[in-house]
């Protein structure tokens, strides 16, 4: 049996309707008593965006929710976020999801959706009870059915409690939880500056592709933990010569940023894929406490002028597991052969001042740890872990690091090799001729990095030239420690 609603209670509530509230349920004794109240937070030309909240006015706690609601004529749900949804016509059902469910008494929950079209929700429930509580004048449903008697006078048209100024794009900020390949794919696809995408733990199969822009203030945000895991099992379909996406081409990438900067990737798993990561043309991408491994090819790549991107507190092993000698953990550029294809700034990919801060790199990385390309400017290498076992040989490489950039710091890396594998140096310079605009190779500066060749490496830090760097030399401080050399520190002059 529900209590009456008191004198002063009923007033509150009917001031909420009037204000464009859907009101609580009456409450029931020792029971959980649940509002639903929707409230428009942003309004623009032709939509709006929604906060729905769910408290618990009750004795008890609630274990779950699902509030319903129609939807008028001309006016759909787009997108939502921390709720699961469910559509019959325009009748619209939300339900908790894993972490949202539960409401103490006292306490809230809550969900949020965006509208194509202005009209407001009708007809709302929660568990199943009435959102106005007790028996309120019945809502019109969004498909009425006309009848031969008078037309009664028109009530107003209830008035959203917040309004903001309207504007052209949907408003920023909103979680969309996805646990799905499917949903993750949408979600890519209409991700909007400020969102945050949140993965739940699961294996999420399929091509997973963003090119929708953040923005420096608001960036876009895609999460989850180290068991949600994305896998492609691509490569499908005929594509370009280069590298564009394109409908009915899957390039077998585990992750792909394409034109999508101010990006931050946080926590998950990318495995079982030709490539791992690839940031193309998509300048200041973070990816922090990601996990990627076994690759087909390179585990990470900064591409076509992919510049300010930030790959921190990750591991990457077991890459090249088809082209060994294309299994770079990370990739920073291009080659200048490839700059027909990834070169968009000046002929050449600039993807300057990468910092690649903190991460695990191996073992089982076929090729180096970090091959930066000629070309990048200006990035920086830290306080990396490289475990140099199984590194192969292949196609030169034979170094934890290969340095074709000018004025890297690489500083406070620890490196190690064992057997198995092939190994020359623990770090390397080369020079490749590009044009006179492109030094490459030059001006890199070696600081506090500890190596252990296992006797099998012969420098530390080996410089290919001198001769090609004018003006701009290579660096290598006396703080550098080396063990298990053949040959000693490095084949230059030790700057203090």
Not at 16 to 22: I, K, Y
Not at 213 to 239: F, K, M, Q
Not at 335 to 347: K, L, R, Y
Request: net charge negative; with cysteine.
């Amino acid at each position: 049996m529900r209590r009456a609603i008191p004198a002063a209670a009923a007033a509150a509530l009917a001031g909420l309707t009037a204000a464009g509230l859907l009101t609580p349920s009456a409450r029931a004794d020792t029971a959980p008593a649940l509002t639903a109240s929707i409230v428009r937070a942003s309004v623009w030309s032709s939509g709006y965006g929604a906060d729905v909240t769910v408290a618990n006015a009750g004795d008890a706690p609630a274990a779950g929710w699902t509030v319903e609601f129609d939807l008028p004529e001309g006016t759909s749900v787009t997108s939502h976020w921390s709720a699961t949804k469910t559509q019959s016509g325009r009748h619209y059902t939300f339900t908790d999801v894993s972490w949202n469910g539960s409401v103490a008494p006292g306490g809230t929950q809550g969900f949020g959706f965006n509208a194509s079209g202005l009209g407001l929700p009708l007809n709302c429930t929660v568990n199943g009870a009435p959102c106005g509580g007790g028996t309120p004048t019945p809502t019109p449903s969004p498909t009425p059915t006309p009848t031969p008697t008078p037309t009664p006078t028109p009530s107003p048209a209830p008035t959203p409690t917040a309004t903001a100024t309207p504007t052209t794009a949907p408003p920023a900020g909103p979680v969309v939880d996805v646990a799905t390949a499917a949903q993750l794919q949408a979600a890519l696809a209409s991700a909007a500056p400020g969102q945050t995408i949140r993965m739940a733990p699961g294996e999420y199969r399929g091509s997973f592709v963003a090119q929708r822009p953040g923005a420096a203030d608001r960036p876009i945000t895609l999460t989850g933990p180290r068991t949600a895991v994305l896998v492609n099992d691509g490569p499908s379909g005929s594509g370009p010569s280069c590298p564009v996406p394109t409908a009915g081409w899957d390039p077998g990438y585990g992750l792909w940023l394409y034109r999508a900067p101010y990006w931050n990737l946080e926590g998950f798993t990318v495995r079982d894929s030709k490539k791992g990561l690839v940031v193309d043309a998509s300048p200041h991408v973070t990816a922090d406490g990601l996990h990627v491994h076994r690759v087909e090819e390179e585990g990470v790549h900064f591409r076509r002028s992919s510049s300010d991107g930030v790959l921190r507190d990750s591991t990457v092993e077991e890459t090249g597991l088809v082209q060994p000698g294309y299994g770079e953990g990370v990739y920073i550029g291009s080659a200048g052969s490839n700059w027909g294809c990834h070169g968009n700034e000046g002929g050449a990919d600039r993807s300057d001042r990468v910092l690649v801060e903190n991460n695990r790199i191996g073992p089982d990385v076929a090729a180096e740890a970090i091959d930066v390309k000629e070309g990048t400017f200006g990035g920086v290498i830290r306080g990396n872990t490289f475990d140099g076992r199984g590194i192969t040989g292949q196609n030169s490489a034979d170094s934890w690091i290969d340095v074709k950039g000018v004025d890297y710091l690489v500083e406070g890396n620890t490196g190690t090799f064992t057997a198995p594998g092939t190994f020359a140096n623990g770090y390397e310079t080369h020079n490749p001729a590009t044009t006179p605009a492109f030094p490459n190779g030059c001006g890199n500066v070696w600081r506090g990095n500890d190596s252990d060749l296992g006797g099998v490496g012969a420098y530390a830090v080996r410089i290919t030239s001198t001769s090609k760097c004018p003006g701009r030399l290579n660096v290598v401080h006396a703080s550098n420690t080396v063990r298990g050399a053949t040959s000693g520190l490095t084949n230059i002059t030790v700057t203090p």
